[in-house]
């Protein structure tokens, strides 16, 4: 069975600052990895897609990379704003037996404050 | 927006009532989720579609049951609520066709249920 990991669970860092989320997964068998920001009581907006035969992707101040042989995802903020201050969650595609249809498994996620 | 609507955004409700959420999508996408996300649980599937009235379980589908009439509206039924089940429930939507699972996947804006 898939499981995702994410570490920290929780990262409190000073306005400016760049900044690295980490996501680990068990099985490399994945169609895809997704990151999501989640603001308190709100639903999941998704940031990044990385395909399986992809090295990274980047969106603005955010890069996400994936190295699936190794089940390592990371998400890279640059220069650090207040406004990032969210849950950053972290998912995968399974590709194995039966995955693929049946949507993403979710790590529990990074709880981010930036102080300003 | 993926124009992803649940309603009601908040609900509470007695212990061995049946309750049903509704999850409307604009879009006609044919894969449509319910997950549930719980502190320390993360976020969990629940049931899936790929098609109208093709439906299948997740992981936590025990006293809970789908259906799928229209392309545009899923529908999760908790048979006879209980308290286990409080929690927020979030529909998602994937645009993926076939077996290519490569699109992301996006989320409304939550229900908040508590079983009393």
């Known amino acids: 069975k898939q499981e995702v990991t994410q570490i920290p669970a929780a990262l409190s860092v000073p306005e400016g600052e760049n900044l690295v989320l980490n996501c680990s997964f068990t099985?490399?068998?994945?169609?895809?990895l997704q990151w999501f920001r989640q603001d308190p009581g709100k639903g999941l907006t998704s940031l990044l897609l990385?395909?399986?035969?992809?090295r990274e992707q980047t969106s603005g101040r955010l890069n996400a990379s994936l190295d699936k042989s190794s089940g390592r995802s990371t998400l890279y903020i640059a220069a650090s704003q207040p406004g990032d201050s969210a849950t950053y969650l972290c998912?995968?595609?399974?590709?194995?037996?039966?995955?693929?249809?049946?949507?993403?498994?979710f790590g529990k996620g990074t709880h981010l404050i930036i102080q300003p | 927006d993926a124009g992803i609507t649940q309603s009601p955004r908040h609900k509470v409700t007695e212990t061995g009532t049946p309750v049903t959420l509704r999850c409307h999508q604009t879009?006609?996408?044919?894969?449509m989720y319910w997950y549930r996300q719980d502190p320390g649980h993360g976020l969990r599937l629940i049931h899936y579609?790929?098609?109208?009235?093709?439906?299948d379980k997740g992981e936590v589908s025990d006293g809970y049951s789908v259906s799928r009439s229209k392309t545009e509206d899923f529908l999760l039924t908790l048979e006879s609520a209980t308290s286990s089940q409080t929690s927020v429930y979030f529909c998602?939507?994937?645009?993926?066709?076939?077996?290519?699972?490569?699109?992301?996947?996006?989320f409304g804006n939550g229900t908040r249920l508590t079983v009393t």
């Open positions: 990385i395909q399986s035969s992809q």
């Open positions: 998912a995968v595609r399974p590709s194995g037996s039966g995955g693929g249809a049946d949507g993403l498994t």
């Open positions: 879009e006609n996408h044919r894969y």
């Open positions: 099985d490399s068998a994945i169609y895809n």
């Open positions: 998602a939507i994937s645009k993926h066709q076939g077996t290519q699972y490569n699109s992301p996947l996006h």
């Open positions: 579609s790929y098609g109208v009235k093709d439906t």
